[in-house]
């Protein structure tokens, strides 16, 4: 298979030279390395996406994939794994939608743990809506909704996920596709909540692709089993634009923890279980 | 024949099992017994207490004045004496006060036996049983046989109680074969296993946490899973994820908790992912009376979700209801990828309603999935506006939406293909009230020239009131959206008088009459003081309507 077969034919509607094309091309390259790897059945993916600028991806990926309502995107995955355990499940959210809207959710994906994998798109920025603030803009930021300048310090989502329980944690740029490319196979390979973040500068919002570059650097002689090494790396960057920034990228933590989803005995691929219930055996558990 | 007894005191003092207790000795000698509870929104303390109306016919209601008392408290006293009958009599220690108090020096008697406190209960179960008249063996063995364990001294404190007091009643002989008592909750649990489900979806909230409970008990036995995830939003929402997989899914709660989800039910409407909400109301707006009754959200379940699309409404009127209602949700939920709501409410989720048997249902479980095809579009368009459900997992790519989308599933913006997929979507409308014609959405109880119009839990007060009613009938309608509005107009236009019965402020099903039969019923009684009608106050106040 070839990176192309994944294409549908919808016309894009991102702005051109959006850096999403970049996430979009690694994700189609990343499904095509594990499918021709026999890693994963290409007819066994599910993509999920929520609502932004981000959420369009669902018509330029030929993949089975469930558009949900903006914020959502994370408990949408965790129903269609619990549904189906045998899917694999690339869910996908922009920072407005999953740090405002859906922050409760974060919380709970990485506690639950469940096998699925998540990457957010992250301009800082609500952009579809045409470029308001988000949980993740930095500190002072003037946006139309926020004349004054954003008053309070962005949340640290890697940060955040680590203290939450997530067992994946990681951050790639959108304009670094083969970087990008590894992390999502890894991070769809991992078993448990893989969390991605993907910086990703808006180039009609919040343009910060030229600080990106500056400041970035990947993470080397990491050990990514350690929590403390890794906690200090995710607050590294304060997601604000300093002069002395580093940002850094690649995976930060990876460990084994149980899944959701095996805490059932008796878990199955639902759709193949055959019911035939019987109906006298179920009332007489029920009768008095 | 008709016994009515009254069991209450503080929270946390066995209410709930004792009177469960009671029912089941008479419901295994083939007596009809209807169970109504009324709790605190509290653990322990406060005040509850539970109704029991004892028949050897029929009955599916309680009444305020009882022929017993069995007080475990003087606050139930204090509260009911005024309502004992003639001839009725209070059960309990000695300690309390009341009139024509029957009272029993329930520490003596334990000390005799050496028997702890916690059979304190038991000694005045026996002494129950004698007073009303049962004969004290099957009231042991219902009393043992609750237990897992072997308690030491328990059948000695039934015998006790029993022998330290006089029969004062007789009960007439009933048909002797033991009855199914079971609440619609239960029901409702019972509906969902038959009907295959795979994957129940809550977080807790009074009154439809039983179903959680009950569901959980049983999952691993009937393998399907149970999951309470953070909020009524993820519960939504995940359940449309996994009904999309392929998993026959259920969700529960009461109003609070629908209010989260409706964005979710929106998204049912345009994904057309299947799905079956059971929304038990109870006594608001906000927080309410959280443990009290209401019917309160029946525009709000008929209405639910923006934008336009199809809901389907069913509303249950006492247990065995509930359980055919959920297996038909299940059933038209998959077959037409619709939204289905059964509509109960405290009422009749934890109220206990007796049956002589449940037949068979007609409707066989099917998820309705399809073999995968070469090609498939995920809306294709059909004459009857249903796409064939696919899964992933099979080989077809199967897309869910919560945009505008041409067959394929692909967005669009464009004119004529959003009014050809809001045709497609409300096509489906056709079909379903042509087989919802065959549910029965209506139900006449009765001949009477005038008519008693009503929906849900108010079914059991009045149809036990219609027989010192007999001018009237009631006409009983089930299916709320769907509306049956010919079968409803025919019965208004053929009657001499019309009086609207509902358990809420407004009564909102005569809203919904008038917009879909242009019919306007201003003959109205309703109730909205969290309490269910009774069969008396019916008769009441029917009566006064139409004077
Ligand atoms: C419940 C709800 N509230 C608000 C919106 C409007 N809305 C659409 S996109 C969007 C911003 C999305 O921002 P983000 O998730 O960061 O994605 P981006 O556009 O930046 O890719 C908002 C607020 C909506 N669709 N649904
Ligand atoms: S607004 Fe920003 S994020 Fe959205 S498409 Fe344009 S460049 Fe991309
Ligand atoms: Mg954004």
Not at chain 2, 249 to 270: C, D, W
């Amino acid at each position: 298979m070839k990176a192309e077969d994944l294409n549908t034919g919808e016309k894009s509607t991102w702005c051109p030279g959006c850096t999403d094309f970049g996430i979009l091309t690694s994700v189609k390259q990343a499904i095509t390395n594990l499918v021709n790897d026999e890693k994963v059945k290409r007819e066994n993916i599910v993509g999920v996406s929520g609502v932004g600028c981000f959420d369009k991806i669902y018509d330029y990926l030929n993949i089975n994939f469930f558009h949900t309502l903006h914020g959502r995107s994370l408990p949408t995955m965790f129903g269609i794994k619990l549904g189906n355990p045998e899917l694999k499940i690339i869910g996908f959210g922009g920072d407005g939608s999953t740090y405002a809207e859906g922050m409760a959710h974060v919380v709970h994906s990485c506690r639950y743990n469940e096998d699925t994998t998540f990457l957010v798109f992250d301009n800082q920025m609500f952009s579809l809506t045409t470029g308001q603030a988000t949980p993740v803009s930095e500190k002072g930021l003037v946006t139309p909704s926020t004349p004054l300048g954003v008053h309070e310090k962005p949340v640290n989502p890697l940060a955040l996920t680590m203290t939450c329980g997530a067992s994946f944690i990681s951050r790639g740029f959108a304009l670094d596709i083969p970087n990008l490319t590894k992390l999502i196979e890894a991070a769809v390979m991992h078993k448990g909540f893989s969390f991605v973040e993907i910086l990703q500068p808006c180039i009609s919002y919040h343009n910060t692709t030229q600080f990106i570059r500056e400041h970035i650097y990947k993470l080397e002689n990491h050990n990514t089993g350690n929590y403390e090494d890794a906690m200090k790396k995710a607050l590294e960057w304060d997601y604000c634009q300093n002069e002395n920034s580093k940002i850094p990228t690649g995976i930060f933590y990876e460990t084994n923890k149980p899944i959701y989803e095996d805490q059932w005995p008796h878990m199955k691929k639902w759709h193949t279980v055959k019911r035939n219930p019987d109906f006298r055996k179920i009332l007489s558990e029920f009768k008095k | 024949m008709e016994k009515h007894i009254l069991i209450g005191g503080e929270a946390g003092k066995g209410i709930a099992k004792t009177t469960l207790l009671i029912s089941e000795v008479f419901t295994n000698a083939g007596y009809y017994v209807f169970n109504y509870r009324e709790y605190q929104s509290l653990i322990k303390g406060g005040f509850n207490f539970n109704v029991l109306k004892i028949s050897d016919n029929p009955v599916y209601s309680h009444d305020n004045s009882y022929d017993v008392i069995f007080a475990l408290n003087q606050d139930l006293i204090d509260r009911h004496e005024n309502d004992l009958k003639e001839g009725g009599f209070i059960l309990g220690d000695k300690n309390l006060k009341g009139k024509n108090l029957i009272g029993i020096d329930v520490q003596a008697h334990l000390e005799k036996l050496g028997a702890s406190a916690k059979l304190g209960n038991d000694i005045l179960i026996g002494a129950l049983a004698k007073i009303i008249g049962l004969p004290v063996e099957p009231v042991v063995k219902v009393v043992k046989g609750a237990f897992k364990k072997k308690i030491d001294l328990l059948e000695e404190s039934i015998i006790e109680g029993y022998n330290c007091v006089e029969k004062k009643m007789e009960l007439d002989n009933p048909d002797g074969k033991p009855k199914y008592f079971i609440t619609g909750n239960e029901a409702i649990s019972m509906g969902a296993i038959t009907s295959g489900i795979d994957m129940y979806v809550a977080y807790p909230i009074t009154p439809a946490t039983p179903v959680l409970h009950e569901l959980a008990s049983k999952q691993v036995e009937h393998d399907f899973i149970v999951v309470q995830p953070e909020n009524e939003i993820a519960v939504a929402c995940s359940a449309l994820g996994a009904s999309y997989a392929g998993a026959n899914t259920m969700i529960g709660t009461s109003g609070a908790g629908f209010a989260l989800m409706t964005e979710a039910l929106s998204l049912q409407g345009m994904s057309e992912v299947p799905l079956v909400v059971y929304l038990s109301q109870r006594t608001g707006p906000a927080s309410g009376v959280p443990t009290y009754n209401s019917q309160g959200d029946l525009k709000f379940a008929v209405n639910v979700g923006h934008g336009e699309f199809v809901r389907v409404v069913v509303a249950p009127g006492d247990a065995k209801e509930c359980f055919y209602r959920t297996i038909e949700a299940f059933h038209l939920a998959s077959k037409y990828r619709v939204l289905v709501m059964i509509l109960g409410d405290k009422h009749v989720g934890e109220s206990n309603y007796s049956f002589d048997d449940f037949e068979e249902p007609k409707i066989k479980p099917s998820r309705y999935i399809t073999e995968p095809c070469e090609d498939y579009k995920s809306y294709l368009i059909t004459e009857n506006g249903v796409s064939p459900r696919s899964v992933p997992g099979q080989g077809a790519v199967v897309r869910a939406t919560s945009y505008e989308h041409n067959e394929y599933g692909y967005t669009t913006e464009k004119a004529d293909e959003v009014i050809k997929m809001n045709d497609k979507r409300l096509k489906k409308l056709d079909d379903l009230k042509e087989e919802i014609m065959d549910l029965v959405p209506v139900y006449l109880h009765g001949q009477g020239k005038k008519l008693i119009v009503g929906w849900g839990s108010t079914k059991g007060a009045i149809v036990d009131a219609l027989k010192d009613l007999p001018d009237f009938r009631f006409l009983q309608v089930s299916y709320i959206s769907p509306f049956p509005a010919e079968e409803v107009k025919r019965e208004i236009e053929n009657s001499d008088e019309v009086i609207l019965i509902e358990n809420n402020a407004t009564g909102l099903l005569g809203d919904i009459i008038a917009e879909q039969t242009g019919k306007i019923i201003n003959k109205k009684v309703l109730k909205y003081d969290g309490r269910p009608f009774t069969s008396e106050e019916i008769v009441e106040r029917v009566n006064k309507v139409v004077k």
